[in-house]
């Protein structure tokens, strides 16, 4: 099975600490994502990486940064974190190849409450 | 990518009953997928149709696609207490390179009471 794994399940920072939020992937996937979820806003995705050291922007990028060192593992940083960051953060991976499959698989999501 | 919109926000079944979702989109697609998140937890696959498809069946679920309406609705029948979750659909636009970005709504919320 596919597994994804993100380092917390729940995280407590304060305001202006710099946040590091952890993705790993163990299926050799090229693709990998990070959203974050809110209540009435659904998910929206803030980065993506198609290959090492590849990022690009997704929808709401601003206050994010993104390193994909090595193939399995893609790291989400909150430079200088605000109250408005408070989310539910979710990290998913997928397959480039076959085009027409990109099947995504989540990790358990990480509750992050900036304070 | 583009965007899925699931219709209604909220279902409210008893256990038993069938459940159906739909979903809406505005381009053309490559394909189709429908995605489970339980409560606090992380998105799960559940079905992906391709354009060139008009139903699927897995297990209790089953899938239509009508390309003319753009539209595809999630079918869940004999539904359980268990099914209760958010149900999102997310098209894979058609052309280009995408890397494979999905775009999901807001989902519909179903809940089965047992």
């Known amino acids: 099975d596919v597994k994804v794994t993100q380092s917390s399940r729940y995280l407590v920072k304060r305001t202006g600490e710099k946040v590091f939020l952890e993705c790993v992937q163990d299926?050799?996937?090229?693709?990998m994502f990070w959203y974050r979820q809110d209540p009435g806003l659904g998910l929206r995705l803030i980065y993506f990486?198609?290959?090492?050291?590849?990022?690009e922007k997704g929808d709401i990028p601003e206050g994010y940064s993104v390193s994909r060192e090595k193939k399995e593992r893609f790291s989400l940083i909150l430079e200088s974190a605000s109250t408005n960051q408070t989310s539910m953060y979710l990290c998913?991976?997928?397959?480039?190849?076959?085009?027409?499959?990109?099947?995504?698989?989540f990790g358990a999501g990480t509750r992050l409450s900036v304070l | 990518s583009q965007q899925g919109e699931e219709d209604p926000q909220a279902l409210s079944i008893q256990e038993g009953e069938n459940a159906t979702m739909n979903c809406s989109y505005k381009?053309?697609?490559?394909?189709l997928q429908w995605y489970r998140q339980n409560s606090g937890r992380g998105l799960v696959h559940l079905i992906l149709i391709r354009s060139n498809e008009r139903e699927k069946h897995s297990g209790r679920l089953r899938v239509t696609l009508d390309t003319s309406k753009k539209s595809s609705s999630l079918l869940i029948t004999a539904s359980r207490a268990a099914d209760t979750a958010s149900y999102f659909c997310?098209?894979?636009?058609?052309?280009?390179?995408?890397?494979?970005?999905?775009?999901f709504g807001q989902g519909t919320i179903l809940t089965v009471h047992p």
């Open positions: 998913a991976s997928s397959f480039s190849t076959p085009i027409g499959k990109n099947i995504q698989y």
């Open positions: 381009t053309s697609i490559n394909n």
């Open positions: 997310a098209p894979l636009g058609a052309g280009g390179t995408s890397y494979g970005k999905l775009t």
């Open positions: 299926m050799d996937h090229e693709n």
């Open positions: 990486s198609y290959d090492v050291k590849m990022k």
